[in-house]
């Protein structure tokens, strides 16, 4: 099977996100929240979130690497257009959040090229 150039280029930006979000996240969003005045409980179920956004990145980026690189013989079109379409959505919620509290946070910036780069790759899978 040949490989897919827009799956590859996908994982590769949805890789350089997770470690964007771990290291960067770490510094400026978990230390803060952690060594903030919230409730225990709070915070905990933040940082679970946070974490769970964690693996998502990274499992993510992982299938999508492996699928542009050495195509599985079994149907993955679906799971593919899924990550896509879960990247794209992830994207908007970004810009409409940045709209409703008037503050601009970028991370729709790699989460959008993602999604339509998923969704063009599962076009040309299997």
Not at 29 to 35: F, R
Not at 58 to 72: E, M, N, W
Not at 78 to 102: D, E, H, K, P, R
């Amino acid at each position: 099977m040949k490989r897919n150039i827009y799956l590859i280029i996908a994982g590769v930006i949805n890789l350089f996100t997770a470690f964007i979000h771990v290291i960067a996240g770490q510094f400026d969003l978990v230390d803060p929240l952690i060594e903030s005045a919230l409730n225990q409980q709070i915070k905990t179920e933040w940082l679970s979130v946070w974490h769970i956004i964690t693996v998502t990145l990274f499992l993510s980026a992982f299938y999508l690497l492996r699928q542009g690189i050495k195509p599985s013989k079994n149907d993955t079109k679906q799971l593919i257009q899924f990550i896509g379409f879960l990247y794209t959505l992830y994207a908007f919620v970004f810009v409409i959040c940045s709209l409703f509290m008037s503050k601009f946070a970028p991370q729709w910036i790699l989460l959008l090229p993602i999604g339509i780069l998923a969704i063009l790759g599962a076009t040309k899978s299997v």
